[in-house]
């Protein structure tokens, strides 16, 4: 009369956990003698035969066990690392394909494929897999230990196949872009950063108001504005009421991040509150601050010449941003695409740096820059000295006069939804 098989599959389980292994194989042979296609019992005698280095015994075992058992994708890539073992590379591939057949998403048969074919020297197909691989646990906190070292090891391997696709782009695509203005070379080469996994596309995201269908344009053209002239002739006069502002004013130098307690700070903990990053307001969510405006008249005249975004509420602003030494203001988005942010350079050490989306520039003295602050940004300073800019909002100017009226009717009624009990 046969052995019950449930009391025999669990207790060879038992025992596998709690480390008896002789006993485990034991009850698993027993298993088999009840029932010679149990998909476990061949599993686990071929583990157990691979761990003892019986190669033959192992792979025959899990052999058995992936036909009875064929959408198992952990008895698969079981079988491929005893072939791999063995020197078979093809046998290895193949069940490896067999683990992903089963499950495309399989962690450990993305990693294993990747790394055979890596040792095939078939670095390009490797890293497309690795890629793959990265798509699975994109947050390497999440990575399994048992993979990581391989998976640093891909994500280097991924890099290093998308620099050189990216350099080969570049010599194939280089009389072509010479055709180009400046503008249209830096959005086809940042083409070539996402097809190589260089960069990730950057879309406009709004935390107040979207304005749908405006492209997402990191840095505008100073050319296409007219009052720019005016703005960059008065920098001298900037800077000076900006260093008397410091020195006779330094209260009215505030923290940028200031979020009340209970509020959630997300990628501002850091600088909440903080004074390394800090701002002489002259605007502020649509008002004038006059005690700055009357203390700094030749700025004032400066942005008098400005088409200043005007959304109740919301805009313009203006204001002298300090940002301190070894300081990074994170990678955030602004509040509506309807308005670009401008910037004035008005200290600007060495290495300080600004990033929209994929373009990265430098500040310049007395140079604008202007840009759309609902592309995900950030700035750096990573010099010794201070770095401070003026800071101030305009339309922009893909909006119509009469789309400007919108929006400033769709923020009004916003707000007085809000109010309403």
Same mark, same amino acid.
């Given at each position: 009369?046969?052995?019950?098989?449930?009391?025999?599959?669990? @207790?060879?389980?038992?025992?596998?956990?709690?480390?008896?292994?002789?006993? $485990?194989?034991?009850?698993?042979?027993?298993?088999? $003698?009840?029932?010679?296609? !149990?998909?476990?019992?061949?599993? =686990? &005698?071929?583990? !157990?035969?691979?761990?003892?280095?019986?190669?033959?015994?192992?792979?025959?075992?899990?052999? $058995?066990?992936? +036909?009875?058992?064929?959408?198992?994708?952990?008895?698969?890539?079981?079988?491929?690392?005893?072939?791999?073992?063995?020197? /078979?590379? +093809?046998?290895?591939?193949?069940?490896?394909?067999? =683990?992903?057949?089963?499950?495309?998403?399989?962690?450990?048969? %993305?990693? @294993?494929?990747?790394?055979? &074919?890596? *040792? %095939?020297?078939?670095? #390009?197909?490797?890293?497309?897999?690795?890629?793959?691989?990265?798509?699975?646990?994109?947050?390497?906190?999440?990575?399994?230990?048992?993979?990581?070292?391989? %998976?640093?090891?891909?994500?280097?391997?991924?890099?290093?196949?998308?620099?050189?696709?990216?350099?080969?782009?570049?010599?194939?695509?280089?009389? #072509?872009?010479?055709?180009?203005?400046?503008?249209?070379?830096?959005?086809?080469?940042?083409?070539?950063?996402?097809?190589?996994?260089?960069?990730?596309?950057?879309?406009?995201?709004?935390?107040?108001?979207?304005?749908? #269908?405006?492209?997402?344009?990191?840095?505008?053209?100073?050319?296409?504005?007219?009052?720019?002239?005016?703005?960059?002739?008065?920098?001298?006069?900037?800077?000076?009421?900006?260093?008397?502002?410091?020195?006779?004013?330094?209260?009215?130098?505030?923290?940028?991040?200031?979020?009340?307690?209970?509020?959630?700070?997300?990628?501002?903990?850091? %600088?909440?509150?903080?004074?390394?990053?800090?701002?002489?307001?002259?605007?502020?969510?649509?008002?004038?601050? @006059?005690?700055? &405006?009357?203390?700094?008249?030749?700025?004032?005249?400066?942005?008098?010449?400005?088409?200043? @975004? /005007?959304?109740?509420?919301?805009?313009?602003?203006?204001?002298?941003?300090?940002?301190?030494?070894?300081?990074?203001?994170?990678?955030?988005?602004?509040?509506?695409? +309807?308005?670009?942010?401008? !910037?004035?350079?008005?200290?600007?050490?060495?290495?300080?740096?600004?990033?929209?989306?994929?373009?990265?520039?430098?500040?310049?003295?007395?140079?604008?820059?202007?840009?759309?602050? =609902?592309?995900? !940004?950030?700035?750096?300073?990573?010099? /010794?000295?201070?770095?401070?800019?003026?800071?101030?909002?305009?339309?922009?100017?893909?909006? =119509?006069? +009469?789309?400007?009226?919108?929006? *400033?009717?769709?923020?009004?009624?916003?707000?007085?939804?809000?109010?309403?009990?």
């Amino acid at each position: 009369m046969s052995e019950p098989l449930p009391g025999l599959v669990q @207790a060879a389980a038992a025992a596998a956990q709690q480390g008896r292994w002789a006993e $485990a194989e034991q009850l698993w042979r027993r298993v088999l $003698a009840v029932d010679p296609r !149990h998909p476990q019992a061949l599993y =686990s &005698l071929g583990v !157990h035969a691979f761990k003892r280095g019986q190669l033959a015994e192992a792979q025959a075992m899990l052999q $058995a066990a992936h +036909a009875a058992a064929p959408r198992e994708p952990a008895v698969a890539i079981s079988l491929a690392m005893v072939l791999r073992e063995a020197g /078979d590379a +093809a046998g290895e591939l193949r069940a490896i394909e067999a =683990s992903l057949v089963a499950d495309p998403y399989f962690l450990p048969a %993305l990693v @294993a494929k990747a790394a055979c &074919l890596q *040792r %095939l020297g078939k670095l #390009r197909a490797a890293a497309d897999v690795y890629r793959n691989a990265l798509k699975v646990v994109p947050n390497e906190s999440q990575w399994p230990p048992p993979l990581r070292a391989q %998976l640093l090891e891909g994500r280097a391997l991924v890099e290093k196949v998308g620099r050189e696709m990216e350099a080969f782009l570049a010599e194939r695509l280089g009389t #072509r872009a010479a055709a180009l203005s400046p503008a249209e070379a830096e959005r086809w080469r940042e083409a070539g950063a996402i097809m190589t996994g260089q960069s990730a596309p950057y879309p406009s995201v709004c935390s107040r108001l979207q304005v749908p #269908r405006l492209p997402a344009i990191p840095f505008f053209d100073r050319a296409g504005f007219d009052w720019v002239p005016e703005v960059e002739s008065r920098t001298e006069a900037i800077i000076a009421e900006m260093r008397a502002a410091m020195t006779e004013d330094a209260t009215g130098f505030r923290p940028y991040i200031a979020y009340e307690a209970g509020v959630p700070v997300n990628q501002w903990q850091e %600088l909440n509150h903080s004074k390394r990053w800090s701002s002489y307001f002259l605007w502020q969510h649509g008002q004038p601050i @006059a005690e700055h &405006l009357a203390r700094c008249p030749e700025t004032a005249r400066a942005l008098e010449a400005v088409d200043m @975004a /005007d959304i109740g509420g919301l805009c313009p602003n203006a204001m002298f941003s300090a940002l301190a030494p070894h300081t990074r203001i994170p990678p955030h988005h602004g509040e509506t695409n +309807a308005r670009l942010v401008v !910037h004035l350079p008005l200290v600007v050490p060495d290495h300080c740096l600004y990033r929209v989306g994929y373009e990265r520039r430098r500040w310049t003295v007395g140079e604008l820059l202007i840009f759309d602050d =609902s592309i995900e !940004h950030e700035a750096r300073n990573d010099s /010794d000295e201070l770095r401070v800019v003026l800071i101030f909002d305009i339309w922009n100017p893909l909006l =119509s006069p +009469a789309e400007r009226e919108m929006m *400033r009717a769709l923020s009004a009624a916003s707000a007085e939804f809000q109010l309403q009990a």
